[in-house]
């Protein structure tokens, strides 16, 4: 084990510090990454590919450059992982599918793999997706069961499961996932750690998900402050994608303004709709109250969302039937059974259906925006309940068909396209890890992450390390 083992605790924010001030340097902190990757890969499998040796020259480029007082950019030297669903050049994107062929020259970037090259990030490794990111929680018939660093027995979520297990574990402080229902935040609620899905647009994506404009790209951190500094990066305008929104000011500038005179509404169960485990609803409400001690305005008050889910179905599963539409017979052969299930129930749904998926979508987003005049942001529990097993979709004895059922805080917000963050808050009699949501209007991811950051400061956000640590 290397001297600098300490360096996996770090946040991005202290490894840069650290390497401007010359206390050890962009190798150190690789090596002890890469070391931690080692140790801690056999228990949660968060990674599907690994490559030290372009790591490690990285981290020497890297080097060189903080010797001579020209760092690269705002990430230069700092660990990344990378969801393999994003293209990343020197290495095939198999989305965790056994039917995506690995030969091919796999020579791009996607554009936020692109932006992390351009501010001198080390990219060690790609992390483990369910097949095509479909669902919400981590496992693939390529590359198996991604488990949860606090219970090996239980699920890391999804479907961004394997950066957060990492970020949780140390092996590296920064990763990106996808969020098409929820799949960086349920993860991240079931790991312990911060992520953030931003309005959609604010990171460009290419190429195109087949989930459509459900689909975002976000930072997974260990606090607020790392996710601000990697969505400054990860943001940066891309051609490819003819969504993106317009460049926004600095996300770190704005967090510390604090949450005093911020109008906040705390929804416990979306009134009453949603079954709520005691444990979280408690953990929540503690924290809100923190968010008050603060300075905040809270007031209890639900959105109008009644259960979207049909409409958000007929999207997502339309989008899998889509996806896997050039497919011949023995390549869906090779699917998740669950995943070849909704591609089934997708092709069936017609061009109406579809359209009156949109029009339902449109509806929801003129109910939140109007809520949103009233109050600045919404405060809701990440997900009902803790990790359950691995190897599910849905918990043992619940009679839940589809992973949506247990994520009924997530999706909402992903077809109303809003920037929606999850802050760790406590946890269960199990010493699982238990999310708080903070929700905004479209565009208003400033306030989301200066609310973050102000429970980071205060303290709420602290939460016992991983048992596999």
């Known amino acids: 084990m290397t001297d600098h083992a300490f360096l996996t605790d770090l946040t991005a924010r202290q490894l840069l510090s650290g390497y401007?001030?010359?206390?050890?340097s962009p190798v150190d902190a690789t090596r002890a990454v890469l070391e931690r990757i080692e140790t801690v890969q056999p228990l949660v499998n968060a990674f599907v590919r690994v490559d030290a040796?372009?790591?490690l020259a990285q981290a020497e480029a890297a080097a060189g450059r903080w010797r001579g007082k020209e760092p690269q950019g705002l990430l230069d030297g700092v660990p990344v992982s990378v969801k393999d669903i994003f293209l990343q050049r020197g290495g095939p994107t198999l989305r965790g599918s056994r039917a995506v062929s690995a030969e091919g020259a796999w020579d791009e970037d996607s554009p936020a793999v692109a932006r992390l090259r351009e501010h001198g990030a080390v990219l060690v490794g790609k992390t483990t997706t369910p097949e095509f990111g479909w669902k919400g929680v981590t496992d693939s018939p390529l590359n198996g069961v991604t488990r949860n660093p606090y219970d090996l027995s239980r699920t890391s979520g999804g479907s961004s499961g394997g950066s957060a297990a990492a970020v949780a574990l140390g092996a590296g402080p920064l990763s990106i996932g996808t969020d098409g229902g929820g799949s960086v935040r349920i993860p991240a609620s079931f790991c312990g750690i911060f992520a953030l899905k931003p309005t959609y647009g604010r990171v460009p994506l290419y190429p195109s998900s087949p989930f459509g404009t459900l689909a975002h790209a976000g930072p997974m951190t260990r606090?607020?402050?790392?996710?601000?500094?990697?969505?400054?990066?990860?943001?940066g305008a891309d051609w490819r994608d003819w969504s993106q929104l317009a460049p926004a000011a600095t996300m770190s500038g704005a967090l510390t303004d604090g949450v005093k005179g911020l109008r906040i509404a705390y929804s416990p169960s979306f009134g009453g709709q949603v079954a709520v485990r005691p444990e979280v609803a408690a953990a929540v409400r503690g924290a809100v109250s923190r968010l008050a001690d603060l300075g905040a305005y809270i007031e209890e008050a639900d959105p109008d969302i009644h259960d979207p889910v049909e409409a958000f179905h007929t999207l997502w599963f339309s989008g899998a039937a889509r996806l896997v539409q050039s497919f011949g017979t023995e390549q869906r052969e090779l699917l998740d059974p669950g995943l070849r299930e909704i591609i089934e129930e997708g092709a069936r749904y017609?061009?109406?259906?579809y359209?009156?998926?949109?029009?339902a979508r449109m509806e929801l987003g003129r109910r939140l925006g109007r809520f949103h005049a009233s109050y600045?942001?919404?405060?809701?529990?990440?997900?009902?309940?803790?990790?359950?097993?691995?190897?599910?979709?849905?918990?043992g004895g619940s009679g839940q068909r589809r992973w949506t059922a247990w994520t009924p805080f997530t999706y909402p917000f992903n077809l109303t396209?809003?920037?929606?963050?999850?802050?760790?808050?406590?946890?269960?009699?199990?010493?699982l890890p238990i999310g708080l949501q903070l929700v905004g209007a479209r565009h208003a991811d400033a306030l989301v992450m200066r609310a973050a950051h102000a429970l980071y400061e205060s303290g709420a956000a602290r939460i016992p390390a991983p048992a596999a640590n």
């Open 20 to 24: 401007e001030k010359g206390d050890f």
């Open 53 to 55: 040796e372009a790591a």
């Open 223 to 235: 606090d607020a402050a790392d996710a601000a500094l990697l969505l400054d990066v990860i943001s």
């Open 350 to 353: 017609s061009a109406l259906d």
């Open 355 to 359: 359209l009156a998926a949109v029009d």
């Open 376 to 395: 600045d942001l919404l405060v809701t529990p990440t997900l009902p309940i803790t990790a359950f097993e691995a190897g599910r979709e849905t918990p």
């Open 417 to 431: 396209q809003q920037p929606a963050a999850t802050v760790p808050c406590g946890v269960d009699g199990d010493g």
